[in-house]
């Protein structure tokens, strides 16, 4: 590993002053000191955010669940608020990779990385979350762009991820056995407004199915779903799973999460 100047800033100015073109933020470092120690990465500063109040714990408000980005996956699993209000949420946080990960890594972080087979991106997108940063609230729908790459601009802070409260949902993943990542995963959630269904793993980046979310928003019912096929063409295609296959993962495991809610 490279040497590095370490910074723990006391709040979100302090850490979005310090940032720079050569500089990470420090939540969980569960991918930031993964990549630094396999020469993956280099930065000349690394600014820890862990220390900022602001950045943590978890409201309830009527129509909403807002949890502090340096929330930690675990603390969203066992969440009394998050298990009554968005169960869905709570049991997504459970199956993020192994007990380390899940005690270290960040909701912030792991949506600021934008792995295209992490789990919370999913959750955003399925369940209209809103992005508070220190210097505007994003859309979660305008937030993700592409591999790994999200709306954010250098400097700017996650605080918290809003998200909003469905009627139903249910998230159902088709795991990497070693690291639990998504092979495919789906996250359906039933608003008054319609049905979202949000696929991560299966294309660089994660996206609502406008097909299966209009199917379901008609009938919300695994039989609507019966002998649905996707196109796969722009579906990754890799040693764990082709492209056809994962198109039919979507689809098992979308009348999979209808029948949980
Ligand atoms: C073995 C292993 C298995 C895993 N399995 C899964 C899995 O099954 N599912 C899954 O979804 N994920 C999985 N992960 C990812 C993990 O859960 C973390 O969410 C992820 O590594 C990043 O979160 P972090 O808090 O550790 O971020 P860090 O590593 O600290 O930071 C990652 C990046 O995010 C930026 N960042 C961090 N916080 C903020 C913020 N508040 N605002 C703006 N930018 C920020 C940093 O600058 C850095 O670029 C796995 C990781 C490992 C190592």
Known sequence: MKNFNYHCAKDSKEASK?????????????????????????????????????????????????????????????????????????SLAEGIGD???????????????????????????????????????????????????????????????????????????????ASRYAVVGVYVAKHKSGVNVAITGAKSCVYNDKDLSKVLSSSFSSTALEGMTLNSSDMNSDIHASAEFRASLIVTHAKKAVEAC
């Open 99 to 177: 007990p380390q990960v899940r005690n270290r890594g960040t909701i912030g972080g792991s949506i600021a990385n934008n792995d295209p087979s992490a789990d919370y991106p999913s959750a955003c997108i399925a369940l209209d979350a809103i992005i508070h940063t220190n210097e505007r609230k994003i859309e979660s729908s305008k937030f993700f762009k592409g591999m790994f790459e999200t709306a954010l601009k250098k400097g700017e802070l996650i605080e918290a991820v809003e998200f909003k409260i469905p009627e139903k949902s249910s998230y159902q993943k088709y795991p990497n056995p």
């Open 18 to 90: 310090l940032s720079s073109t050569n500089s990470a933020f420090l939540a969980g470092g569960m991918t930031t000191i993964p990549s630094m120690k396999l020469g993956l990465a280099t930065y000349k500063d690394i600014i820890d955010i862990k220390r900022i109040k602001k950045l943590a714990g978890i409201k309830v408000a009527s129509k909403s669940v807002i949890i502090g980005s340096i929330t930690t996956h675990s603390e969203v699993a066992n969440s009394k608020e998050i298990k009554k209000k968005i169960p869905s949420l709570a």
